[in-house]
């Protein structure tokens, strides 16, 4: 069993042995130098310091672990056995219904349109008990009574999803299209439609800030997003707590959930929120190298082995493009880490099959030679992998399967 807590304590930490790339990469390549490329590890020392790590920002707002951003049960698992965390925050109902084979506090984090997964749902006593659905329009009630009506089906938890974007007068939407319901009186007029049809229990409101923690403020563009985040606080936290007020009013809701592992320092000091979602922070992709407030360890990472030469300075790998979801740009693109001073090819990226890398210390890399990258988000790894290699110093202490190791491809 995974155990994450040994060593933990709010006043103390491992020792962040991460911060010397030229201790930390090579162990990893000697402890992994038996096992075929591509290899991904997750390092333990590095997952136990970033989960105690968002506790630490989230300022004692319990964390639901957003799942999609993890893939791998065992360490949902071992977060959730963590104090301070509780509950799951979901990205598909088949993932749902799989989960709550085992958890008893599952929100699924997007509406959904799958009727086989909402069959199984609606007549599933314990699942409909374990399981919220998201939901921000009349048809996806519609959608749930046309399956089974209330009096031949379970109880349906459902949890209204609230747009957290900034509407700028000056800029637009900034943020994620998500819900079509922005204002307090939208949200309100929706929660009474629910309260209203029977089979239906309102628990819960989701409110997802993306454009402050999914975006990096440390950057070349830093001061644009520094005043476009601040200024989105301010209407966030205003009109959250107005939505907050409504619903409450009008059902005793379970859970007001807010932020990510981008903004958790935020969401934390949000009195009108009872939970904040995170996941990502667990591994620590590079996304997150561009924030100022914080800076996760590499907890995971994956290596390839060079392959061929086409120049004295480009060396090929084999594999490679794990790209994260979001623009195709370059903080959703795998990055090489060690040896250092290599990139991709501007025309070429990082490809399906294989990746180009160009760079002084490409010069030194020989057939066989490993190259480590880590990865953007925190998803796209497990994805490809059917599992990760746990390390602890220079030993792997065993693999931990993901979801497509286990035979699952949700989404």
């Known amino acids: 069993m995974l155990d994450l807590t040994a060593d933990l304590s709010l006043d103390g930490s491992p020792p962040r042995a991460w911060e010397t790339p030229s201790h930390w990469w090579p162990r990893l390549t000697d402890a992994t130098r038996h096992l075929p490329a591509p290899v991904s590890v997750i390092d333990l020392d590095a997952l136990r310091y970033n989960a105690m790590d968002l506790l630490v920002r989230s300022g004692g ?44 506090d599952i929100v699924l984090g997007y509406p959904t349109a799958d009727r086989a997964g909402l069959e199984t749902l609606v007549h599933d006593e314990s699942a409909a008990a374990r399981i919220t659905l998201m939901v921000d329009d009349v048809a996806h009630l519609d959608l749930i009574d046309s399956i089974a009506g209330p009096d031949h089906r379970e109880t349906i938890r459902v949890a209204i999803d609230a747009d957290a974007s900034w509407r700028s007068p000056l800029l637009g939407h900034i943020g994620v299209r998500r819900s079509p319901l922005f204002t307090a009186a939208d949200v309100a007029a929706f ?17 997802y800030e993306a454009q402050i923690a999914g975006q990096g403020d440390n950057g070349p563009d830093a001061p644009v997003i520094r005043m476009v985040q601040a200024r989105s606080r301010e209407d966030l936290r ?11 009013s009008i059902a005793p809701l379970e859970f007001i959930n807010g ?18 979602s995170a996941g990502s922070g667990l591994l620590g992709g590079h996304l997150f190298d561009g924030y100022r407030s914080f800076r996760p360890a590499p907890a995971a990472a ?19 493009g794990w790209i994260a979801s979001g623009p195709a740009v370059a903080s959703r693109q795998p990055r090489a880490v060690w040896p250092e001073g290599l990139r991709t090819m501007p025309r070429e990226a990082a490809g399906e099959v294989q990746t180009p890398l160009q760079g ?32 602890s110093g220079s030993e792997v202490l065993g693999e931990l399967p993901t979801y497509r190791g286990q035979g699952k491809a949700f989404l």
Request: positive net charge.
């Open 61 to 104: 707002v319990p964390i639901r672990v957003a799942s999609k951003s993890v893939r791998v049960r065992e360490v949902l698992d071992a977060v959730l056995r963590i104090p301070g965390y509780q509950g799951i925050l979901s990205f598909s109902i088949a993932e749902a219904l799989w989960l709550a084979e085992t958890h008893d």
């Open 259 to 276: 932020g990510g592992t981008g903004s958790l320092e935020f969401t934390g000091s949000d009195q009108a929120v009872t939970e904040a």
């Open 360 to 391: 002084t210390a490409a010069r030194e890399l020989a057939l066989g030679d490993r190259v480590w990258f880590r990865h953007a988000k925190s998803g796209e790894p497990a994805e490809r992998i059917n599992a990760y290699h746990l390390v």
């Open 302 to 320: 994956f290596a390839f082995d060079v392959v061929r030469r086409p120049a004295a300075d480009i060396a090929t790998v084999l594999g490679g």
């Open 238 to 248: 205003v009109r959250r707590a107005e939505i907050a007020e409504a619903l409450i």
């Open 191 to 207: 929660a009474r439609t629910i309260t209203r049809r029977r089979g239906f229990r309102l628990v819960g409101l989701q409110m």
